[in-house]
């Protein structure tokens, strides 16, 4: 099936703030305020989009579902969170204790290479979607299940990792829902540029009068202004994407395992490296770039060499795609 190469773009684009969120931890306030209202919930719209563009609650069992979610998403994350463990392992002579405590954490739901909780997250959110809608044949029954379940998180406060985990994937799983319900109509329409840019500019004022949030944190400030927002945005660059391609941003969107489980790592090494103030504009955009070409052959590699361990299937040689 021929990929969408605005979500992939939109995906690319998601992924390269999220680091950019991560670069400057104490800098640029509003831009900052702005990234993290957004595109963790876009990642999950785009990712309900695409179960309905592929058509697999159509075409495939539940079994056929499940079987693939595990090597497409929990594939990576443990191959990733292994390979972080045995840095940390080597770097304190792999201690026992040290590495104990890590394999722990990284079982129950709370990754030591800490963004990779969004593929675990994922995989909970598409799972229990897709159950749901193997049960009940009903599209509006599912639809009012999803948004009772979306606000469910607004209620509720916890200091407990595991379950503050189920409670952020109840605001993913509305995320992810609407992105399937609304896949074939953002198919169908296109934006003037003007739609558009008023779309990002209210949703960037938005973001500033809600102050930071974070989905993570299950921090939403107010939720109204932090829904609408997270979805006016996630659409406005999705449309933005559909006029115009971008090459850069569809690389990264195909790649995105490659940039998520590996950046935090990159930019330990660029900081310890180069004299960078990342916590300037200039600075975290350099710091952002140096990850990006850090990561381009490496993501090159894996898609040639080790495709599998990004829960691909492997590569088809000329003598197979011949037969």
Not at 37 to 60: A, E, N, Q
Request: hydrophobic content about 50%.
């Amino acid at each position: 099936m021929k990929r969408l190469n605005y979500v992939d773009a939109a995906k690319g684009l998601g992924i390269l703030l999220m680091v950019l969120g991560h670069i400057w931890t104490d800098s640029c306030a509003e831009i900052v305020v702005w990234l993290y209202s957004f595109h963790v919930p876009m990642f999950f719209i785009l990712s309900g989009m695409m179960l309905k563009y592929t058509r697999k609650l159509d075409k495939s069992s539940l079994k056929e579902i499940i079987i693939s979610r595990c090597r497409q998403l929990l594939v990576p994350y443990f191959v990733f969170e292994l390979i972080y463990i045995a840095l940390i392992g080597s770097k304190h002579q792999f201690n026992y204790e040290i590495l104990q405590w890590h394999w722990y954490d990284g079982l129950i739901l709370k990754p030591v290479n800490g963004p990779l909780w969004f593929l675990l997250c994922l995989f909970v959110v598409e799972i229990a979607f897709v159950c749901m809608n193997y049960l009940i044949q009903e599209e509006k029954y599912n639809k009012f299940i999803a948004l009772v379940v979306y606000v469910i998180p607004f209620f509720i406060k916890t200091g407990n990792a595991q379950i503050a985990f189920v409670i952020m994937s109840c605001t993913a799983f509305g995320f992810f829902a609407l992105g399937y319900y609304i896949c074939e109509y953002i198919e169908n329409k296109d934006l003037r540029w003007i739609q558009i840019v008023f779309m990002l500019l209210f949703g960037f004022v938005c973001a500033i009068v809600n102050t930071k949030t974070n989905m993570y944190e299950l921090n939403y400030k107010n939720p109204i202004l932090y829904s609408f927002n997270a979805v006016i945005t996630s659409c406005a660059f999705v449309f933005l994407f559909k006029k115009k391609s971008i090459k850069f941003f569809e690389f990264w969107g195909k790649n995105t395992i490659v940039m998520l489980a590996l950046h935090v790592l990159c930019m330990s090494v660029i900081t310890k490296v180069l004299p960078i103030n990342s916590q300037t504009l200039l600075g975290g955009l350099l710091e952002l770039l140096l990850v990006c070409i850090i990561l381009y052959p490496v993501a090159i590699v894996f898609n040639k060499y080790f495709p599998q361990l990004l829960g691909r299937p492997p590569r088809k040689n000329k003598k197979e795609k011949s037969r």
